[in-house]
């Protein structure tokens, strides 16, 4: 028999936004906002992450920062802190390390453990306790935890019960846990694939099992076929103890919204030239380029192109984007452009 499998992943709560008010305790259960500045409504760029009291105000990550200020004028808004951040993350991780050798770094702020070696789901919940406390005591900060028999229920149940959560699903209560929940918890629905789900009336998990895997793949292809295994909470993917970035990137939004091409093609340049940087600090060496860019009226697109033959100098690599970019430049506005390396 295969042995059982317990995953723990860990989330920080509110990350950046929680490490300012930790500095500022005068912050404390304030409206906190962590990200580009507002400049009284007309900022340009978006919100890193705000506290759980800001989000009350209708304010999220991603978020342009000009309708974050109009939801919450009262919030209070930060540039973020980059350096202190890594920082922080690397005592959590420090402290995460002695739990776990298998450990798989996800983000910044969150981490897979395979815990398996301890045998059965109560030790699990006690060491996650424990965790929890050492980086409450240590780092002033709060985590959320989910611990589930695979990476996704983990991944789902940390997110379940935040701030300062602790959720525990055991393999016989996978379904009763997911069935009930709205899509966009599994990882890969987003706005569009969440919009072609509910067009089909699709709307909880357990509708995707309901209406079966032929359907899922006739509306969604592999990706759908896929989401149905997700929905019952299938899920081997292992804890990968030596991660590697899956792909490199970088973009910009431009102070002002931008049509003169000399001016679009000097920032790629830029661009392509922190990419490119980053990828020879990293030894990462890719096969696809990716451009992407937001128009005034926030469209977005994207386009790739996958080289045939590698390596390439700094110059065919901005040509390409540059060639990639064109095809989008024409009388319109532009917003936002960026420039992303895969494998
Ligand atoms: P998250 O863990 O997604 O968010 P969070 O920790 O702020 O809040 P939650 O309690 O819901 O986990 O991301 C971790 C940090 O990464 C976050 O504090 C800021 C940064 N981040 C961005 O800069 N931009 C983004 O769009 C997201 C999602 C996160
Ligand atoms: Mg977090």
């Given amino acids: 028999m295969k042995k059982k499998r317990i995953i723990m992943h860990i989330d920080m709560d509110a990350f950046f936004a929680s490490i300012e008010i930790r500095e500022n305790p005068k912050l404390k259960g304030k409206a906190v906002v962590v990200g580009a500045d507002p400049k009284e409504g007309k900022g340009r760029g978006v919100v890193s992450t705000a506290s759980y009291k800001a989000r009350e105000f209708g304010v999220y990550s991603g978020q342009p920062i000009s309708l974050a200020w109009?939801?919450?004028?009262?919030?209070?808004?930060?540039?973020?802190?980059?350096?202190?951040?890594?920082?922080?993350?690397?005592?959590?991780?420090?402290?995460?390390?002695?739990?776990?050798?298998?450990?798989?770094?996800?983000?910044?702020?969150?981490?897979?453990?395979?815990?398996?070696?301890?045998?059965?789901?109560?030790?699990?919940?006690?060491?996650?306790?424990k965790i929890k406390k050492e980086i409450k005591e240590k780092e002033k900060l709060t985590a959320s935890i989910g611990i589930g028999p695979n990476k996704l229920i983990a991944k789902i149940a940390s997110s379940y019960r935040k701030p300062d959560g602790l959720t525990v699903v055991e393999e016989k209560k996978v379904k009763e846990f997911l069935f009930p929940l709205p899509i966009e918890k599994l990882p890969g629905v987003g706005e569009k694939t969440a919009k072609i789900l509910k067009y089909y009336g699709i709307r909880k998990i357990r509708n995707i099992v309901q209406i079966g895997k032929k359907f899922m793949k006739e509306i969604l292809g592999k990706r759908g076929e896929e989401l149905f295994y997700l929905a019952q909470g299938i899920d081997n993917s292992p804890v990968l103890t030596k991660r590697k970035a899956k792909s490199i990137g970088k973009e910009i939004t431009f102070e002002k919204d931008e049509s003169r091409k000399e001016i679009i093609y000097k920032t790629l340049k830029s661009l392509c030239q922190e990419v490119f940087k980053a990828c020879q600090k990293r030894n990462f060496k890719f096969k696809t380029i990716m451009v992407k860019i937001r128009y005034q009226n926030y469209e977005t697109h994207t386009k790739q192109?996958?080289?045939?033959?590698?390596?390439?100098?700094?110059?065919?690599?901005?040509?390409?984007?540059?060639?990639?970019?064109?095809?989008?430049?024409?009388?319109?506005?532009?917003?936002?452009i960026g420039v992303r390396v895969k494998k």
């Fill in 70 to 129: 109009k939801n919450c004028p009262h919030c209070i808004f930060l540039r973020p802190n980059f350096p202190l951040y890594q920082k922080v993350s690397q005592n959590i991780f420090k402290i995460l390390k002695k739990y776990s050798k298998r450990i798989e770094k996800a983000s910044i702020d969150e981490a897979y453990l395979d815990v398996s070696f301890l045998g059965d789901f109560k030790k699990a919940k006690k060491m996650a306790e």
């Fill in 305 to 336: 192109e996958t080289l045939p033959s590698l390596p390439l100098t700094f110059l065919d690599f901005f040509h390409i984007a540059k060639r990639l970019l064109s095809s989008f430049l024409n009388k319109r506005k532009i917003r936002l």
